[in-house]
């Protein structure tokens, strides 16, 4: 990624995407085969949305007509759509922009970096799990983090693709919206 020969830390190039530090990006493995087990590392949220499920049921009043267990396989298979979707339209991008050589670059380092959507995420679940604080409580917690996890996952399009920020912005809103129109859907299926 740069001349300079920087130390391939996935977990310090992390921390570094989370605190926006342009060095980040480049401390991962390159290649298929580093893309491919990334996905390993993205695989970890899905524990973690199994856990908020309930939480999530109990809240959103247009969800309580359909079981939790519909809930929760409808929620689960649009995570893997909305990543599919969002993967093609990057690579789409890629491809009219002629940066395809960055695109299995971009999937590591996006798949890595679902770790510190874990880490933010993971003491809302805690506080909701021990009745520290309710879901309306925590909402504005809630978004406020969601924000942040759009923005580090700008800054990641925009250092993997070597875009500049107004094109990683227009890909994060497509990519935001792909996802709100996944809610929208999952709710309109549940009513």
């Not at 342009?22 to 199994?50: D, T, V």
Request: aromatic content about 16%.
């Amino acid at each position: 990624m740069n001349d300079q020969k920087i130390n391939k830390n996935p977990l310090l190039g992390c921390f570094e995407i989370a605190t926006f530090m342009r060095e980040g990006p480049q401390r991962f493995f390159e290649g298929k085969k580093a893309m491919w087990r990334s996905f390993l590392i993205a695989a970890l949220n899905i524990p973690l949305l199994l856990i908020s499920m309930p939480y999530v049921y109990a809240a959103k009043e247009n969800l309580q007509t359909s079981t939790l267990s519909l809930i929760t396989l409808l929620f689960l298979i649009k995570v893997i759509v909305v990543m599919i979707v969002g993967l093609v339209l990057i690579y789409y991008f890629c491809h009219l922009t002629r940066r395809k050589d960055n695109f299995v670059y971009y999937i590591t380092v996006a798949n890595w970096s679902a770790l510190i959507g874990i880490v933010i995420f993971t003491p809302i679940i805690i506080l909701l799990h021990f009745g520290i604080k309710s879901y309306e409580d925590l909402y504005p917690a809630i978004i406020l983090l969601g924000i942040y996890s759009y923005a580090y996952s700008t800054f990641v399009l925009k250092h993997t693709l070597k875009l500049p920020w107004e094109l990683a912005v227009f890909l994060m809103v497509c990519l935001m919206a792909i996802n709100e129109t996944a809610f929208d859907f999952i709710y309109a299926l549940a009513s």
